[in-house]
């Protein structure tokens, strides 16, 4: 079955960096788009990139645009988050998606 395991996460302070990862199983993960999206309490979810399966289409939000990188490594089935500049309004459970599949999450909490 579909899984998608987050992780690297953690709290930095305002301005720092962290880099998630998400390790895909259970579907061919070369052909098909890649989504990262976060949740902070009592907050809508909200897409920050997506990725297409060749890397080369990429979106991101205007919210983290500049500041965060989205790459992918089909040989490693794994999904890359760097986020550098990190800003409190960052904080969220982050998590990747594929179609309607998304993991548990990775906690990031940024202090100012």
């Known amino acids: 079955q579909v899984q998608l395991v987050e992780s690297g996460g953690g709290s930095v302070h305002f301005g720092g960096s962290l880099n998630l990862s998400c390790a895909a199983s259970?579907?061919?993960?070369?052909?098909?788009?890649m989504s990262w999206v976060r949740q902070a309490p009592g907050k809508d979810v909200e897409y920050i990139s997506r990725?297409?399966?060749?890397?080369?289409?990429?979106k991101y939000a205007e919210s983290v645009k500049g500041r965060f990188t989205t790459t992918r490594d089909n040989g490693k089935n794994t999904l890359y988050l760097q986020m550098n500049d990190l800003k409190p309004e960052d904080t969220a459970m982050y998590y990747c998606?594929?179609?309607?599949?998304r993991g548990r999450g990775t906690q990031v909490t940024v202090s100012s």
């Open positions: 990725i297409s399966p060749d890397s080369g289409g990429l």
């Open positions: 998606e594929y179609a309607t599949y």
């Open positions: 259970g579907f061919i993960f070369s052909r098909y788009d």
